[in-house]
Every structure is written in structure tokens, then in C-alpha cells.
């Protein structure tokens, strides 16, 4: 069974920086690409960042030069290091298996995500 478990989420002021993390289970993170999504309140989810299998990555606008996503295969973890966040970036962020980076098309089961709110 499948399972994704999202971490690392909290309050903090602009310009501050959250690092999340998302734990995989029930299948080998190796052979996918990963992405984070975010979905905020009364607005769609979102896919913000992807990583390949081979550690490639892919940015939304929203996001690019200030978020980095990683992966460690050995701890079955993907990350997303979140610097200089704003208000905007306020959501629930959510890790999922994303086959093919050049498209946002998540696949199979969504974790309980993580919440992110920034607020002075």
C-alpha cells in the first residue's frame, strides 16, 4: 500500500524559510519522479516543483529562486527547502508521484499534506 507522509510544516513571517519533507512507503521512490503540490484555500491544487529520477528538476514561476526540491532514495525521502517565503505561499503542501516532470500529472494516493502559513 502506498502511503505519503508530508512533514516540516509550520507558521513563520515573510522572508523566513520552512524545509518540508515527505516520506514514501509501499513502493521504491527510485523508480519515480516526484513532485510537490499545494493547494491553497479556495484555489485549485497546484503542482509547484519536480524532481526526475535522475535529480532533474522543474519549477512553477511562482516558485522558481526561492524553493528547492531534492531527494534522498536511500531514505525513501523527497524535500522541499522553502526560502524567503511570502504570504502568498500560505497552503497545505502536498508530496505525490508525478511520472513525467514536463506535465503536472500526479498518480495514485496523496498523503494528508503539510500546512504552510506565512503571516507577520
Known amino acids: 500500500q502506498v502511503q505519503l507522509v508530508e512533514s516540516g510544516g509550520g507558521l513563520v513571517q515573510p522572508g523566513g524559510s520552512l524545509r518540508l519533507s515527505c516520506v514514501g512507503s509501499g513502493f521504491t521512490l527510485d523508480y519515480y519522479a516526484m513532485a510537490w503540490f499545494r493547494q491553497a484555500p479556495g484555489k485549485e491544487r497546484e503542482g509547484i516543483s519536480c524532481?526526475?529520477?535522475?535529480?532533474?528538476?522543474v519549477y512553477s514561476d511562482s516558485v522558481k529562486g526561492r524553493f528547492t526540491i531534492s531527494r534522498d532514495n536511500d531514505k525513501n525521502t523527497v524535500f522541499l527547502q522553502m526560502n524567503n517565503l511570502q504570504t502568498e505561499d500560505t497552503a497545505m503542501y502536498y508530496c505525490?508521484?508525478?511520472?513525467?516532470?514536463?506535465?503536472?500529472?500526479?498518480?495514485?494516493?496523496w498523503g494528508q499534506g503539510t500546512q504552510v502559513t506565512v503571516s507577520s
Open positions: 524532481i526526475t529520477v535522475n535529480g532533474n528538476t
Open positions: 505525490v508521484r508525478n511520472p513525467a516532470c514536463r506535465e503536472w500529472r500526479p498518480l495514485g494516493s
